[in-house]
């Protein structure tokens, strides 16, 4: 999503005044910045003075500007909440009466998209529908405003016209998308399906909870072979009692009931997750079902967090754990984590596919993207074709593919 937003605001401030291509070619330095955990933070406060001890100017918007706007306006030339890029881009001119009127339509902005690869960010929604105790990223974005289908299906038609082939949906919870104009996620994917073109389409995370009431028509809208078979389904915890205490509005059954419908329909589903370990009251018989659970379901991605107190959050008073148990139960679900992962990948070993490259790798290779969303490195190629590829290798976090003639 803070992708996404950094398009508009190279639109919105390239409209007016010349980008350059690195930080010390600049007069001015604009930091789009991010609140989800402390560590964040303390990056983004270090940045801030490295750069201003370049003699920069800096000025801030994203989450933290909402989260923590005092502490960043003691430190910079200006803080923007990410609705005021308009007058954001006034200041980095001087002016400071900053009288210019804000859209309350940011998706009606210009955007400008880096074409260093074949992946377009298009945002459907902002904000979201829960009440998280931990979370600091609903303070900044607020509760769930859709974007205009009509506008989204024009913005994804212009993507494809300038030759981008993945389409990333995001928002803070593309599950509930529409459940405030009177639609839903099905509708619009489908909607994006008729659009004329050979693309892909992934869909961002869905939170559980709101993503069942929708999942037989999402499966159905899923079908389409423009839309990747890839799943972004947050689970947070194995334990229902740390989830009740997250305000996470569904039980361990609804996702596990989610994930295994999506796996029933289709042959190759890739499904990502996310795990906070080390919440206030998880225990360790707490931990110790959210490692079950991941070993029922064999997630092919894990974003694993360690629980990090927000100020402003209701979960900021709680008696936080101790650093040592987090980074243990983190170590140890990424060891089981890596174990699976390459359980899995070996089962591809000398099938073929037909791949998408999305952008370059390391080393002189390039990435591709199975129908799953599955990364395969290939050694050749070019960003936008779909080649044939067969899996000569892996490894626990991406498969390894040879070009065929």
């Known amino acids: 999503m803070n992708q ?9 401030i390239g409209a007016k005044y010349e980008l350059v291509e690195s930080v ?44 923590h706007p005092e502490k960043l306006r003691e430190i910079t030339d200006g803080v923007f909440t990410i609705d005021q890029t308009l007058k954001l881009v006034e200041a980095i001119g001087g002016n ?51 974007y205009p289908a009509e506008h989204i299906i024009k913005e994804i038609e212009e993507c494809i016209r300038d ?7 995001t928002a803070q919870d593309t599950g509930v998308y529409g459940f405030d104009i009177g639609s839903n996620l099905p509708n619009l994917l489908k909607r994006i399906s008729k659009i004329d073109g050979d693309f892909r389409v992934r869909v961002g995370m869905m939170n559980p909870g709101y993503t069942r009431k929708i999942m037989r028509e999402l499966i159905e ?36 009931e989610l994930v295994t419908a999506f796996k029933r ?11 906070i370990v080390g919440y206030p009251t998880e225990t360790e018989e707490s931990f110790t079902k959210s490692v079950e659970l991941v070993e029922k379901i064999k997630p092919d991605i894990i ?9 402003g959050t209701e979960a900021y008073g709680l008696k936080d754990l101790p650093g040592w148990i987090k980074k243990e139960r983190s170590r140890l679900l990424t060891e089981i984590h890596r174990r699976i992962g390459e359980d899995i990948n070996r089962q591809f070993l000398g099938r073929e596919f037909e791949v998408l490259i999305t952008k370059k790798g390391k080393n002189g290779t390039f990435l591709a993207r199975t129908d799953s969303y599955r990364p395969v490195v290939v050694k050749s190629g070019k960003i936008g074709e779909f080649v044939r590829v067969e899996i000569t290798d892996c490894n626990p976090y991406y498969l390894v593919g040879e070009l065929l003639s």
């Open 4 to 12: 996404g937003d950094s398009d508009i605001l190279r639109g919105s």
């Open 24 to 67: 010390d070619k600049g007069d001015v330095v604009v930091i789009n910045s991010c609140g989800v955990i402390d560590f964040t933070e303390k990056k983004i406060l270090r940045r801030i003075t490295e750069l201003k001890n370049k003699n920069k100017r800096v000025f801030v918007t994203g989450c933290l500007a909402r989260i």
């Open 96 to 146: 400071n009466s900053l009288s210019v009127q804000e859209s309350q339509d940011r998706w009606r902005l210009p955007k400008k998209r880096l074409h260093h690869s074949a992946i377009a960010i298009v945002p459907i929604s902002e904000g979201c529908l829960g009440y998280c105790s931990y979370c600091a990223a609903r303070i900044a974005r607020g509760r769930l405003r859709s």
């Open 163 to 169: 030759g981008f082939k993945e389409i990333q949906l």
């Open 221 to 256: 809208a899923f079908r389409s072979r423009k839309i990747y078979k890839f799943i972004h389904v947050p689970v947070q915890s194995g334990d229902n009692t740390v989830l009740k205490d997250m305000k996470r509005n569904y039980s361990v059954n609804d996702f596990v």
């Open 265 to 275: 329909a289709f042959s190759d589903v890739v499904l990502s997750t996310d795990i």
């Open 303 to 311: 974003n694993i967090t360690r629980f990090s107190k927000r100020e």
